[in-house]
């Protein structure tokens, strides 16, 4: 069973920055993609950025150019560095990972842009 953890929300200012973080209790290189999402309330989850097998990177729209997925193979870590951000990035972020056998998500951390 995959687990995967996330961390690293909190309330930040608009334009401000912040680095989530998401720990997968396997060897990430063992799954086909990794990546995030977000659920803001009252609405549906939606696709933020992600991995998929070897490198290749996608981002939603609303985010590109200002947040950035990396990841650390070693520490089985994936990494979401968020800029400029507005109050509309304001949701429930999620970290998602699949393989052969379905889909795994963290818990979410909140990430609140506010003055």
């Known amino acids: 069973q995959v687990q995967l953890v996330e961390s690293g929300g909190g309330l930040v200012q608009p334009g401000g920055s912040l680095r989530l973080s998401c720990a997968a209790s396997v060897n990430i290189f063992s799954l086909n993609a990794m990546g995030w999402y977000r659920q803001a309330p009252g609405k549906e989850r939606e696709f933020v950025a992600s991995f998929v097998r070897v490198g290749y990177t996608s981002y939603a729209d609303s985010v590109k150019g200002r947040f950035t997925i990396s990841k650390d193979n070693g520490l089985n870590m994936v990494y979401l560095q968020m800029n400029s951000l507005k109050p509309a990035d304001t949701a429930v972020y999620y970290c998602?990972?699949?393989?052969?056998?379905?889909?795994?998500w963290g818990q979410g951390t909140q990430v609140t842009v506010s003055s």
């Open positions: 998602q990972g699949s393989d052969r056998l379905g889909d795994y």
